[in-house]
């Protein structure tokens, strides 16, 4: 891919065409370590952390010829490449792992070899590994004195590698408002405000994890200084703001309630060893729904170490009464500071992505940032003040899909509302309204930047798995359509969410019972043939317009009738000229074109039709 810049709302190069990108996410292995094996399955070493190395991420160098070769027949020539914190500093604060950071290189310059562009992912999900996710170091819960080892009996994360087999499916969203994530995160983001009084060797709490995880990003940008590959930066993977903005601490809260739902609250004191009686909730298509209470941490363990209590105890937000009863004392703490109602996403997410662009910049000047904000509330005032050279790169999944794990054809979820939607018309229509308004809060949020759907995609281990038994991809085949038909029709760069390469069968992407590859070992019948391994790539790989000599206007491509269109209104000052992408795949035996004006030709080595 030729040099990139930003110029309005598209991607452009360097004669001036605009550039719709085509990614993955590699890979959804790279959430835990290689070495020893960290897939959330394998409990073996799990509160080890400081002794693990994710060299081998997203997959052994001597392999990456083959990805990389295998990305670009299928038409990817951009990566959304994740690292994590705890990949960085897993030893200890400050402490960076030089051979890790020397293998990211490597693999970025492989990238480089076979014209792939890429941005880099600081990735993420619900705090840490301990949290039940993927990100931060295990030190971050030790100095703020959190015991790692008691978050299972103290219903204070819900984690695969403590919990063990069979993992409730899609459980690990609720550990959002649990108390281990909520509260990093809370203290992450808001610390100075929420928890005035908690410091780590004399440093304010938030100032303290802020320093480290943006300096351990800053090492990644260091050793990848002068790769031209390297294009910028996302700030944070799916941010969450905890605790702050909560209204009701006896309510349930995160981004999903299934299981064990405890208020804050009630994880509060769960963390400080008095029982609570907590609901427990189940999902389904009409939404969530309480079905049953049951009594957690009956054995009255801390999750606190020896010499530590819980820091919102310790920052005034509730305490023992005279009688000995927990007591509320703030029940706005996390709405109000100094008489003023906070908002997450301008108070606190964004003077940190600002903080953050200043670090990656002082080592990439020219980087461009990658802005997402939390999944759920995705708008924001970025102003003139703030950081330019902005991309907004929004996550959007098939929520009902993604959670169920079944597609119907006529039955989909609005994200926007919650409200079911009946009939593949109406879901066709909603669904380019869904990503549509991603648009329209780049518009109104950020000034017009470019919009990048950072992860979007679909599980592959529907209906219990059936299709690796029988074969049949068709229900895969047809969700991935109807996604990338909401995406096309909306003209929009994408990062797929994903490629991992030691997906099996079996244990999914590695991470949390998820599956979501687009390629798989187990699938990978004829190692002779560049696309056996890949799941519904009838879907996937699809023609689209690489660089376009003017501004795209429409596109769609029917993957039963194979016809692909295309609409741009030509730029006559750009001489070079429009690319598609034409897949081999799609058309093993030729295919015919019809254009409006000019000539074309077409080159099958290259897949490129101009």
């Known amino acids: ?86 990949a960085i500093e897993h030893a200890g604060p400050g402490m960076y792992d030089e051979a890790y950071l020397e293998y990211i290189r490597a693999i970025v310059e492989k990238a480089a070899e076979h014209g792939i562009t890429l941005f880099i992912d600081p990735h993420q999900d619900v705090w840490s590994r ?34 063990g087999d069979p993992f409730p499916r899609m459980i690990w969203p609720t550990n959002s408002g649990k108390l281990a994530a909520a509260t990093m995160f809370s203290l992450f983001f808001g610390g100075n405000d929420f928890a005035p009084e908690t410091k780590v060797e004399g440093v304010p709490v938030q100032d303290y994890l802020q320093h480290h995880y943006i300096e351990a990003m800053v090492q990644v940008a260091k050793k990848l200084s002068g790769l031209t590959n390297v294009i910028g930066y996302d700030t944070m993977n799916e941010p969450l703001p905890g605790y702050i903005g909560i209204e009701d601490l006896n309510a349930p809260g995160g981004i999903v309630k299934l299981g064990s739902s405890p208020s804050p609250f009630q994880s509060m004191l769960l963390g400080s060893g008095i029982a609570q009686n907590v609901g427990t909730w189940k999902l389904g298509i009409t939404g969530e729904r309480k079905v049953d209470t049951q009594l957690v941490n009956s054995s009255g363990v801390n999750a606190w170490l020896p010499d530590r209590e819980c820091v919102w105890r310790c920052n005034g937000v509730w305490d023992l009464d005279a009688n000995g009863q927990p007591t509320i004392l703030r029940p706005h703490h996390f709405t ?19 903080r953050y662009a200043k670090a990656i910049r002082s080592v990439s000047p020219d980087a461009i940032i990658f802005i997402e904000n939390e999944p759920r509330h995705v708008s924001m005032k970025w102003g003139a003040q703030d950081a330019p050279n902005i991309v907004f790169a929004p996550h ?47 518009k109104e949020s950020f000034g017009g930047v470019p919009t990048l759907i950072g992860e979007f995609g679909i599980p592959f281990d529907l209906k219990g798995r059936r299709a690796y038994r029988t074969g049949d991809y068709r229900d895969q085949i047809r969700a991935m359509d109807r996604s990338m038909r909401a995406i096309e029709d909306n003209l929009l760069s994408y990062t797929l ?49 690489r660089a376009v000599a003017g501004e795209p206007l429409r596109m769609a491509f029917d993957i039963k009738k194979k016809t692909f269109f295309f609409e741009f209104h030509h730029d006559p000052a750009i001489e070079a ?33 101009m």
């Open 336 to 354: 109000k500071v100094r008489g003023r109602r906070i908002d997450f996403s301008d108070d606190y997410y964004r003077p940190f992505a600002n």
């Open 577 to 609: 000229p429009t690319e598609i992408f034409v897949p081999n795949y799609q058309y093993p035996e030729g295919y015919t074109v019809e254009v409006s004006d000019g000539s074309y030709e077409t080159d099958l080595v290259t897949q490129t039709f």
């Open 396 to 442: 959007w999944y098939d929520g009902f899909v993604l959670f169920m794990k079944s597609f119907r054809s006529t039955l989909a979820v609005d994200f926007r509302t919650g409200k079911v939607i009946f009939g593949s018309k109406r879901i066709r229509r909603s669904f380019a309204d869904q990503v549509a308004s991603f648009k329209q809060t780049s």
């Open 497 to 545: 969410w994903n490629y991992t390469a030691d997906n099996t069968n079996a244990r999914g992407d590695q991470w949390n019972d998820e599956d979501l590859s687009i390629f798989s070992r187990d699938q990978q019948t004829d190692p002779t043939d560049i696309h056996s391994g890949g799941r519904a790539l009838a879907a996937v790989v699809r023609p689209y317009p």
């Open 1 to 86: 891919m030729t040099a990139l810049r930003i110029d309005g709302p598209w991607f452009k190069d360097e004669r001036g065409r605009t550039l719709m990108l085509r990614g993955v996410n590699l890979g959804g292995s790279s959430k835990v370590p290689f070495s020893p094996d960290g897939a959330t399955h394998n409990g073996d070493r799990f509160f080890n952390h400081r002794d693990v190395s994710f060299v081998g991420r997203p997959f052994p160098l001597e392999e990456a010829d083959e990805h990389f070769t295998r990305l670009r027949a299928w038409g990817f020539n951009f990566l959304r490449l994740l690292v994590t914190w705890e």
């Open 130 to 163: 301990f949290s039940g996710g993927d990100g931060a170091p295990g030190w971050t819960f030790e100095v703020v004195g959190f015991d790692i080892t008691k978050f299972k009996e103290t219903g204070a994360a819900i984690v695969h590698q403590t919990h």
